[in-house]
């Protein structure tokens, strides 16, 4: 019986113990328990020894346990207080940077392990495919300088000499294509001679070839994302005959998006026997692609070379070998510059959403340059790796949907990019604004000052304090000639006393 | 410390313990007649100034005495310091709390 009531009175004072440990920061709780709950082992053990009455026993252990509430309370409140090593990491810029550099590297991950994005970023195109040119009237790299018409082309072809090979054409158009009994939708055509993928040397398995000419249908080829957009990747549409203006085309193969790397972005492209290129309108303009033979770039280093070839009349004009490599690499699209322009208009737009003020921190105070300096060192560094996370997280985002077209992909990449940059440079600005000129630590600590009632004379504002006492951040609530802006107040070297820095306990 | 504190009588006559030989929680209150709601904290806010520090009891050695381990509390160098000057103060601070006569093995 006595040992039973022992235990229960045990279990009483260690369950107040425990309550009252509830009051204690949770990273201190249990070293203070296991304090409390020793010494009560040691407070029983003596009550034992002077006390023989189990009343008196208990008296003793339970006045113990009433000064732990005591105890616990000054732990609260003085840990409220304390040094707090993690609130004053989360403060540092060194965290910021770091954070900062490391989303910087999680998003070129992503970047390089997404082949779309690398590509993008990293276009190699042709890279296999260094004989490939471009035959045209002028030796600029512009594609719209590039274009001949098809009566040069027909004109061309026999008369390239020894060093070319495979001359091939193709026209980009607008047409019409009925893609089922009661759908019709516009695609981007490319209206070919049929050696075209040769000279390309783009290979993919086309099939029922035979079966087209047959029927008297052109074999189309469909681009990879306009079978799946069109024809919902079904793979039976092979052998489908549609309408593609006034012309019929057989769906004879897919050509994967990658592919095709020359001027326009293609859904379709309809190959011409050298009849139909004939018939073609001396009104049509397209491109004049070739195969040199090897031994002409060991002859012409530059890779850009010219000859002739006689005219009807007699004379006799000239045809430049353009390198496709220089073409495509000329004209492609870089996802940097698109990024760059958007980044101009975000930083014109910036303004709107926040000042541009770095709230006067950098104003000349008694500080050396180099901490004067350190400012800007760090605001420019934020800056530098803020760009590179919205470029690439907008490039990732745009290729997240490989359905989307490349118009769509890169309308989309601008948006986020456009959204991204004036999110993140505002933060920046206001980030900056909100750090210790100083030690650059985010400011803490905000009291209201001012009076409550919005008279003119008594505006009200809010005052940050560094937590290392270099100074006091004082914002307005609503600017007035006096304190239009944010300011700072610095504090004399007398308030370090205040600002002794504590580490963790 | 930069300052030199300066102690209530409470907190001294508890730092005058630790020095004495007092040297966890329940030995200072019984020494110096304090409640624990009092003992406790000061002793935290005296190591929260560095006058003392404390340690705990290794397990091993408690456990082969059949008993919990205690938490142990050690005077500092700036402890000692200012208790020095706590006797300026309080000159029967020696008196109140006498050093703590060895333990009979």
Not at chain 1, 344 to 363: D, E, R, W, Y
Request: contains cysteine; positive net charge.
């Amino acid at each position: 019986m006595t040992n039973s009531v022992f235990i229960r009175s045990t279990n009483r004072h260690r369950a107040a113990l425990w309550v009252a440990g509830l009051l204690v920061p949770s990273r201190k709780r249990a070293e203070w328990l296991a304090e409390w709950r020793s010494e009560l082992w040691y407070v029983q053990q003596e009550s034992y020894r002077q006390s023989s009455t189990l009343s008196a026993q208990g008296n003793l252990a339970t006045r113990f346990c009433m000064g732990a509430f005591k105890d616990a309370f000054w732990a609260m409140r003085y840990t409220a207080h304390e040094y707090d090593g993690k609130k004053q990491l989360l403060k540092s810029p060194i965290l910021c940077l770091l954070l900062l550099t490391l989303l910087a590297t999680c998003c070129s991950l992503a970047a390089y392990y997404m082949p779309e994005v690398r590509e993008s970023i990293f276009p190699q195109p042709f890279h296999d495919k260094q004989n490939i040119v471009f035959l045209s009237s002028s030796k600029d790299l512009d594609y719209s300088s590039l274009a001949v018409s098809a009566e040069s082309y027909r004109s061309w072809r026999n008369q390239t000499g020894p060093q070319i090979a495979d001359v091939a054409f193709y026209e980009s158009i607008v047409e019409r294509v009925q893609i089922a009994q009661s759908r019709s939708e516009d695609l981007n055509i490319a209206i070919a001679s049929d050696n075209l993928l040769k000279t390309l040397n783009i290979q993919i398995p086309l099939l029922l070839l035979n079966k087209s000419k047959s029927m008297g249908a052109e074999p189309l080829i469909l681009s990879h994302s306009a079978w799946k957009r069109f024809f919902g990747s079904n793979p039976s549409s092979i052998g489908f005959i549609v309408n593609v203006g006034k012309r019929k085309g057989m769906i004879v193969g897919i050509m994967p998006d990658e592919s095709w790397q020359l001027p326009d972005t293609m859904d379709a492209w309809l190959l011409m026997d050298e009849q139909s290129v004939n018939a073609l309108s001396s009104r049509s303009w397209g491109f004049v692609v070739a195969n040199a033979l090897p031994s002409a770039f060991s002859d012409y280093p530059n890779e850009d070379w010219q000859f002739t070839v006689p005219n009807d009349d007699g004379s006799s004009r000239s045809i430049h070998v353009v390198s496709i490599t220089k073409v495509v690499q000329n004209n492609r699209q870089q996802p940097i510059v698109s990024f760059f322009h958007v980044l101009i208009l975000a930083l014109v737009v910036l303004p709107i959403f926040t000042a541009l003020s770095l709230g006067g921190c950098q104003k000349a105070h008694n500080y050396s340059w180099t901490t004067m300096l350190r400012p800007w060192l760090f605001f420019f560094s934020k800056i530098l790796l803020i760009l590179p996370i919205v470029f690439l997280s907008a490039l990732i985002v745009a290729h997240l949907d490989t359905s989307l077209s490349l118009e769509a992909g890169l309308a989309l990449q601008c948006l986020v990019a456009f959204v991204g940059c004036l999110y993140t440079l505002s933060w920046a600005f206001k980030d900056q604004r909100q750090r210790c000129p100083r030690c650059l630590r985010l400011m803490s600590n905000p009291i209201q000052v001012g009076q409550s009632s919005r008279i003119l004379l008594s505006g009200r504002s809010s005052e940050f304090r560094c937590t290392r006492g270099h100074g006091l951040l004082h914002i307005p609530e609503f600017p007035t000639s006096w304190f239009s802006a944010q300011s700072w107040h610095y504090f004399a070297s007398s308030w370090n006393g205040l600002y002794i820095i504590r580490p963790s306990l | 410390m930069a300052v030199e504190a300066k102690l209530s009588h409470t907190a001294a006559m508890i730092l005058q313990a630790v020095h004495a030989g007092y040297v966890y929680g329940f030995s200072i209150m019984e020494v110096t007649g304090l409640p624990s709601g009092t003992v406790y904290p000061a002793m935290r806010r005296l190591e929260r100034d560095d006058l003392i520090v404390s340690r705990w009891e290794q397990q091993a050695i408690a456990d082969a005495e059949l008993r919990p381990a205690r938490k142990y509390y050690k005077i500092t160098r700036t402890g000692k310091a200012t208790l020095d000057a706590a006797h300026n103060r309080y000159p029967l601070l020696v008196r109140l709390v006498p050093a703590k006569e060895m333990e009979s093995a």
